[in-house]
């Protein structure tokens, strides 16, 4: 499966934020082995989308799709030179997806903070600060270990030398390499898995008032992020953490008081999903309607390998309606009648709310 890993300094609220995202009904119960790791926590990706197609179809089963997240405590100040759990952090940060990234903006005198005050602007610095040093670590030993292979004169790795040395220099500057790199240059560093390109968004946790109008620490955060060309999202911590308690109904009524039109967990649940660059498509048969995962860009021919193996070795082609056509129709009978069911090849690129049915030879 796709993760997201929930960083940021001690104190800012991950555990909150991911234990409400566990214990809420957001939680998948249809993958009962997450419970084996504590710090990871599958979840279901809210989709109006379908729900209304099972509301059309009435099947036996309804199967939403999920992602992963995973708290990763342990990031202090120092942790690229091992202090805290620095080292672990680090790696468990490298086998993760994407980050969301938790910064402190809202002010408790109950709830210490690490260097004494709250200041999103040098926290962030300080993450980010330290995502970096261990790429250039890492990128230090690389250049190394080519510089070694190149003696014998290999023009090829001679030229990924400079090419990495150029990074490096500029890298050094502080200069966050998701924000430094071509995609031609993403592409060649992929297999370093390095910390900052991996998709980042900050996670604002704020106390309820800062949900509706931005406060200071906000503001600055937005400044940081637009620089960036990062991701924004809000959560209040606090009220996830309560409304997780409520039954489900009751938390919906709760939001609509609120005025609000999902929750903060579901807002992070989305964008998580949208940063990992996946797209949802579904089966929708008469014992199942289902929601799937893949890659923007996959074809035809993958997605249905994402069912089953058989259905992409046979695949013959894909019977395929988009969901608004589906939502004016609401039948599938009725589609095929009308003449609206697209055959699609095994090249076609699936796009996000697609219906498919895959034929394929046993
Ligand atoms: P972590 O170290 O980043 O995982 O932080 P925790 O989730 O353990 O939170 C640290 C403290 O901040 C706890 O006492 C939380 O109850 C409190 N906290 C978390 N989120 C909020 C919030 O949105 N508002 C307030 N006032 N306190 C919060």
């Avoid at 934020?17 to 249809?30: G, Q």
């Avoid at 082995?33 to 197609?53: A, K, M, Q, S, W």
């Avoid at 996959?298 to 019977?319: L, P, W, Y």
């Avoid at 609401?330 to 055959?343: A, D, N, P, T, V």
Wanted: hydrophobic share 40%.
């Amino acid at each position: 499966g796709f993760n997201c890993g929930i960083i940021g300094l001690p104190n800012v609220g991950k555990s909150t934020i991911f234990n409400a995202l566990t214990r809420a009904k957001a939680e998948s119960a249809n993958y009962p082995f997450c419970t084996i790791d504590p710090n990871v926590g599958i979840v279901n990706v809210p989709d109006e989308r379908l729900y209304f197609i099972a509301d059309c179809i009435k099947p036996k089963k309804v199967t939403p799709t999920v992602i992963e997240f995973v708290d990763i405590a342990g990031l202090v100040k120092g942790a690229s030179k091992g202090e805290g759990l620095g080292n672990q952090f680090l790696s468990n940060i490298r086998q993760v997806d994407a980050i969301a990234h938790v910064v402190r903006c809202f002010d408790d005198e109950n709830v210490v903070h690490v260097h004494g005050k709250v200041d999103p602007a040098n926290d962030i610095e300080i993450i980010n600060t330290e995502l970096l040093l261990a790429d250039l670590e890492v990128l230090d030993k690389a250049i190394l270990k080519l510089e070694k292979n190149a003696k014998s004169g290999n023009k090829e790795l001679k030229e990924r030398v400079a090419v990495l040395k150029s990074i490096y220099s500029k890298a050094s500057e502080g200069i966050l390499l998701r924000n430094l790199l071509s995609e031609e240059e993403k592409v060649l560093l992929k297999e370093y898995n390095l910390l900052t390109l991996k998709p980042m968004m900050y996670v604002l946790n704020v106390d309820e008032d800062g949900l509706f109008e931005d406060n200071d620490y906000v503001k600055q955060v937005k400044e940081i992020a637009e620089r960036e060309n990062a991701k924004v999202i809000k959560i209040s911590g606090k009220m996830e953490a309560e409304l997780a308690e409520l039954e489900e109904d009751e938390a919906k009524q709760y939001l609509e008081e609120l005025g609000v039109e999902r929750s903060g967990l579901e807002t992070l649940i989305i964008e998580g999903y949208k940063l990992l660059d996946l797209i949802t498509f579904f089966t929708a048969g008469e014992k199942e309607v289902k929601a799937w995962t893949i890659k923007n860009g996959t074809t035809a021919v993958k997605a249905a390998g994402k069912i089953h193996s058989d259905i992409e070795r046979g695949f013959i082609r894909a019977e395929v309606v988009d969901y608004s056509t589906f939502k004016e129709y609401k039948s599938m009978q009725k589609i095929k009648e009308l003449g609206k069911l697209r055959l699609e090849g095994k090249e076609y690129i699936v796009k996000d709310g697609d219906i498919i049915y895959f034929r394929f030879n046993v």
